[in-house]
Each structure stands twice: as C-alpha cells, then as structure tokens.
C-alpha cells in the first residue's frame, strides 16, 4: 500500500526558509502520478501548493510561485517542499499527496505535520 | 481562479436523519472530489468523480450534481459520519487545484 510521510522542523524563524521531506513508500515517485504539497491553516482553510510529476516537471500555485520549490531524490525515493521569506502566515500543517492519474483527487495523504513561523 | 463556496458551514444531525451538503462553485467545473477528516488526522478521499465513493465509504453516501452545484448525501446519519467534509476541484486556466471552506457535520 502506498503511505507518505513528512518530516522537517517543526519552528522556523519569519524569513527563513521552510523545508519539509515527503518519504514515499509502496510505490516509486518515478513510476507515475503526481506528487503534491496540500497546507492546512489554523482555522482549517486547505490550500494546494503545487506538485512534482513523475516525469520531473513541477507546477506551482501562482500564489507561491515566487516562494517555491519542489524537488525529488529518486534514489531515496522522497520529495521536497522548499518555501522561502516565510512569516507568520504560512503556519500550518503540511501534507504530501499523491495525485490522480489525470489532475483531480488526492487518494493518498501523509499524517501531515505542523511547522509553526515564530521568532 | 475557482472559488469553491461550502453550505451549511456547520450542521448538525439526529441518527437516522437524511443529510445534505452543498457546494457551490463561481465557474463550471467537471468533477467534485469530497473529503472526510476528522479531528488530528489527515483528509480521506471520500467521493471523486462527483458520484463515486472511494473503497471502503459506506454506500449511505452518494454525491452529485454538475456545472456550478454540487452536493454530498448521507441517507441516513450515523454517529460515525461526524467529521468535516471537504469539496475540492481541479482546473486548467489557471492550473489549479481549489478546495472549499469545509461542512463540519455534527451528531446531535
């Protein structure tokens, strides 16, 4: 079964960067789908942050455009969410998710894990 | 891009009881994809393809609708369909995935 699992710090400073893991397993990032970063805010708001295709390629929200980005090591079988100049508003939970064969659901989502922005 | 608006934003349901919530979307979308979470965990895909329940969604759920009005049905309300349900869709100009503000479905 394919499960997902994040990892990163859980405090970062206002204008740092943001790094967080996405560890895949049961299935190889390389083999299809999409692969994707979905955040939660305080509150519940859910908001798609863009995803790396298995073929490599990325797509970004044009809202973070600027602020992100999304790699892999295929060796290791993971994927990274990299956000730079955070502040106070991008506390969240962060998720990775597996996207469908064609853009649509998410059928597979990590347990998320929660990075507050703080001094 | 696609705002996805949710009502109720909060409702509540007598066991046995018919539910529906509704999802209204600002343009013409193809498909509704639907959610489950429960408090501390992560979402579940619960209904995709606007009508078709993910493996293991009890068949009380159906889903429906096209073009801007969507809804998600519970035939009769258990204690175990409390959660808050999610719509989300997908769309090309700009490429986007949007979700809505979230039903939060309690058991009364």
């Known amino acids: 079964d394919v499960q997902l699992q994040e990892s990163g710090p859980d405090l970062v400073k206002p204008s740092q960067s943001l790094s967080l893991t996405c560890t895949v397993t049961g299935y190889s990032i390389t083999s299809g789908y999409s692969w994707h970063w979905i955040r939660q805010f305080p509150g519940n708001k859910l908001e798609w942050m863009g995803y790396?295709?298995?073929?490599?390629?990325?797509n970004y929200n044009p809202s973070l455009k600027s602020r992100i980005s999304i790699t892999r090591d295929t060796s290791k079988n993971q994927f990274f969410l990299q956000l730079n100049s955070v502040t106070t508003e991008d506390t969240a939970t962060y998720y990775c998710a597996r996207g469908g064969l064609r853009p649509s659901w998410f059928a597979y989502w990590g347990q998320g894990t929660l990075v507050t922005v703080s001094a | 891009q696609i705002v996805l608006t949710q009502s109720p934003a909060i409702m509540s349901a007598s066991p046995g009881e018919k539910v529906t919530m509704t999802c209204s979307a600002s343009?013409?979308?193809?498909?509704m994809h639907w959610y489950q979470q429960k408090s501390g965990t992560s979402p579940k895909r619960w209904i995709y393809d606007t009508s078709k329940l993910a493996s293991g969604v009890p068949a009380r759920f159906s889903g429906s609708g096209s073009g801007t009005s969507y809804s998600l049905t519970i035939s009769s309300m258990e204690a175990e369909d409390a959660a808050t349900y999610y719509c989300q869709q997908w769309s090309s100009n700009p490429y986007m995935y949007t979700f809505g503000g979230g039903t939060k479905l309690e058991i009364k």
């Open positions: 343009s013409s979308v193809s498909y």
């Open positions: 790396i295709h298995y073929s490599g390629s990325t």
